[in-house]
């Protein structure tokens, strides 16, 4: 089970309990093992495909999250000098 998440194991073993709380928690339904599998592709339960898909369409993709961060990053640090300045 190298590569997988605890979403990938839940889904693999049908648990939709588990599925469903590590969604909750923010498991991101996108990110693959290194097998290029991702979780929905591990299940075989339609009710866990279901909510996979729903939360995978609202989900974003881990390439994104650099490009996020950065900017989340740029923006702050132009807040502190913007303070730094004024304060």
Do not use: W
Request: hydrophobic fraction near 40%; aromatic fraction near 6%; charged fraction near 25%.
């Amino acid at each position: 089970m190298r590569g997988r998440t605890a979403l990938h194991v839940s889904a693999a073993l049908n648990n939709r309990s588990v599925c469903e709380s590590l969604l909750f928690l923010g498991a991101n339904p996108l990110i693959e093992d290194e097998f290029g599998q991702r979780p929905i592709d591990m299940a075989s339960d339609d009710s866990i495909r279901d909510l996979l898909s729903v939360k995978m369409s609202k989900a974003i993709a881990p390439s994104q999250y650099y490009k996020i961060e950065k900017t989340k990053a740029r923006n702050l640090s132009m807040a502190a000098k913007q303070a730094l300045k004024f304060g």
